[in-house]
């Protein structure tokens, strides 16, 4: 969690769209023919950067700049595709899921139930890194149990769909769910060890006098406004990332074509077991959104790094960050802050080893 | 009339401080904007979500920059 993290921060206050609400069955069939046109161009993409590479640009299908540009002409625009329909997508869903809401939703949780709870609206709930402290207070002061608490705080930043949809495009779907899944799987997990070891008295005793105030009712949205969110979304993620994905993988092409493939073999491959812990102790301090890191990511992988080092890393550097320290020590003692980081750390390292045995 | 920005002082809450003032000056009306960047502060008027922001009190829009139009609206609406 960075301050520049793109991530999940958009909400659902007062939106002041007016004017007549699209009748349903009108905005039903224009939906579906923008999702059409939306597939109709995702298949199109692979003959026409072939086209476009050696019809349109005089090059050669064998030499290494035509498979570079082919490259290059594929991927971007495929991730563009994917990540407008996922962002659109998860900017609808959150409509559904404010931080009041969510916070109600697991005030009345038992731990185990809470922890896995919270590590799924985690991924849904939007909120931007500068609102982790407010939101750490909210929930506490609410009633949510320590542990249940982290297991959202950890998987709100981790199981970013960014870095999903980066990762599906440009790995697959395997790759994908096993980071989604082992995202969501270390929030748990830790949440759930914090909670055991009965951290409480470890939280900054302003904080619990801090008044909780009762929430003012929500006006419910219609499904104009759900939609509305969904293209700000896109408008602000897409809007935002585009160049550090066209950078990542204008990178990643350059490579595709001309290094060696192990390169970074020996130094971050899959015999190499101390790269595991090397890779976690160098994210911490490091910290970027998941577009900058995600071609990093590819770049490396591509020179011969093991897949579960080089997603390690990335963890890592999303998930875990000097400034959050900072930010959140305003609020938690010094030894809660080291075993947050330690249980985190851990869990990345499990996923790490798991990856690299697994592919 | 005091119009109030909550937030930490991330990129989005010094947005959020700009378009206020840039509606302000538009409008040629006066205010007083305050920034409230203390954390303790914040969590005590009951913003779990930055950048939020009160007008006279009330609370407008939490977690997200405002919209010049939105602020607009704000502004020449019963405050």
Known sequence: M???????ARCACGHAEKGAAPRPARAWLQGSAIL??????????????????????????????????????YEFPKVLLLLTLIVFIMGIIRSFFTPQRTRSILAGQRESVGNVLAALLGIVTPFCSCSAVPLFIGF????????VTFSFLISAPMVNEVALVLLFGLFGWK????????????????????????????????????????????????????????REAVCDIVGMVWPYILAGIAVGAGIHGYVPQDFMAALMGKDAWWSVPVAVALG??????????????????????????????????????????????????????AVFFGVVGAGILVVGYLFNFIF | MKIEIFGT??????????????????????????????????????????????IDGRKVCEGKVPTAAMVKEWLSGPA
């Open chain 1, 140 to 147: 506490v002061t609410a009633g949510v149990p320590l542990g």
């Open chain 1, 2 to 8: 960075s301050p520049e993290t793109v991530g999940p």
């Open chain 1, 175 to 230: 790759v994908a769910a096993l980071y989604a899944g082992t995202g969501v799987a270390i929030a748990i997990a830790a949440g759930w060890t914090i909670g055991r070891l009965k951290m409480e008295g470890q939280v900054e005793d302003w904080v619990y006098k801090a008044r909780a105030t009762a929430d003012a009712p929500e006006g419910s949205q219609q499904w104009p406004q759900r939609v509305a969110a969904g």
């Open chain 2, 9 to 54: 002082g991330c990129p989005k809450c010094h947005t959020a401080e700009k378009v206020i003032r840039e509606v302000l000056t538009e409008m040629r009306q006066d205010a007083e904007v305050v920034k409230i960047t203390d954390i303790q502060q914040i969590v005590e008027r009951g913003v779990m979500w930055t950048p939020a922001v009160m």
């Open chain 1, 284 to 337: 911490i301090p490091m910290y970027s959104n998941a577009a900058g890191i995600v071609p990093v990511i590819l770049a490396l992988i591509e020179k011969g790094a093991a897949l579960g080092t080089a997603l390690a890393f990335m963890m890592s550097v999303i998930g875990l960050s000097l400034p959050e320290a900072i930010i959140l020590r305003k609020v938690l003692k010094p030894k809660l802050i």
């Open chain 1, 36 to 73: 059409l046109l939306w597939l109709a161009a995702y298949l199109s993409l692979a003959p026409l950067a072939r086209w476009a590479a050696y019809r349109l640009l005089p090059l050669a299908p064998q030499t290494h700049l035509g498979s570079s540009v082919e490259f290059l002409l």
